[in-house]
């Protein structure tokens, strides 16, 4: 059975469903300081930022092929913005700081305007200073219905969110800390879902549930399994699956989403749970309480989702880009030409490689191609409707989560093409091969979803035109 880790000490929480995504009356999202209780009562509430006051927030539930306008007003003490992360979307909604749109200063506005063209499970977050203002709990949900959905008791949003928290339960600071930096990245110390640390849901045996599992953490890796829930992946980073997967051990790398349809095999008065594996043993994401029966007997395995539609990949004749991952902790880079565009707008560069010291003495500890932060010019520009290759050489200790905007992209190789992503998991010393079809114009960044590796400088971008 898993156990909770003690308050602070570790990652345990149980999480369940919180109803109740906002629906389209709603017509701003506002972005301010707020008091969340994320731990138990006795410990007080945190002090956060958040989306309408909540931890995640409330988000959006809409059907495929809406129209979303949400004015965005920025409450918070610094500029921001809202990226939309994983929607095939206009590039000037795209929301990157210095790249699609100036930042939002503070006590101002921006409206997005835009089509969701894709049904599946997707979220929001800034991208001004992301690792700071996700790490404060800026993030939320975005489901995107399907015209026929799947036959399930209940759909469930779980978003999982990483905090680091000192004794008093407030979040702790050191956002430039160059050891999560060079390492792993700000791993937190506390885990939750829906902004709280132990909900628990009544269910009933053979009660079919929609899981659509979130990790909005800013670095951590979860590796899900289920007991006394038995079923399969049906979507990956919101794309559907061709043919579903069974469920055994789920691993989300930041930013990463999976849709698991779950049937509850564990019996009357016993428990199930979603469980996060750990190296010291497993603890219980979602608890749920069996209570009555659903159906006698077991249902047959749930067919695919239906497909979102993407352009074919022509792979015969596709632009090759190589992608080097260099530098962090161990590693073997000893200088890197500094990058000229950052999230924040333009910054300093360098023509010629700046030693290692000196970048981190800048806060840069990655670079992708021998250049630490954005460079001055796109690693690919493609023609729209063009395949585009990128093989991506992890030459470092570390895994790194790299997410590509406004295209969702399949990973090839001797057996073919996978299964379309918007976020990869590449392990240290392992070598992917993606494939897009460069369908949507505009300036794209291509960043690690580890958001302080991302700050400290594994970001770059490509044009299409």
Known sequence: MPTRRALLAGAAAAIAARPG????????????PAMAQIVPAEYGPTAVWAYDGAVPG???????GTRIQRRFVNDLPEASTIHWHGIRIDNAMDGVAGLTQAAVPPGDEFL????????????????????????RGLTAPLIVEEAEPPEVDRDIVLTVNDWRLDENAQIMGGFGNMHDRSHAGRLGNYLTANGEGDLQQDVKWHERLRLRLINAASGRILRLSGLGLSGHIVALDGMPLKVPEPFGVLVL???????????????????????SEERDGGYALATF?????????????????????????DLGDARHVELRMEGGAMGGMTAARRGMRHEDGMGAHSADPVPMRQLVQNGLAWALNGVAGMPEDPLVE???GETVRVRMVNDTAWPHAMHLHGHHFHVVGESG??????TVLIDRGQTVEIAFAADNPGSWMFHCHMLAHQAAGMMTWMRVV
Do not use: C, K, M
């Open 382 to 384: 493609a023609s729209r």
């Open 417 to 422: 093409q996978g299964p379309a992503r918007d």
């Open 112 to 135: 997005y305007d835009f089509v969701v063209p894709d049904a599946g499970t997707y979220w929001y977050h800034p991208h001004r200073n992301t690792l700071e203002q996700v790490s």
């Open 21 to 32: 995504v906002a629906g389209l009356s709603e017509t701003t999202v506002t972005a301010a």
């Open 58 to 64: 409330a988000g959006l539930r809409v059907a495929q």
């Open 253 to 275: 790398g930041p930013a990463q989403r999976a849709d698991l349809i779950v049937d509850v095999t564990a019996e009357v008065g016993t428990p199930a749970h979603l469980v």
């Open 289 to 313: 309480n069996v209570a009555g029966v659903a159906s006698v007997a077991p249902r047959p395995a749930p067919p695919p989702l239906p497909p979102n539609r993407l352009a074919p990949l």
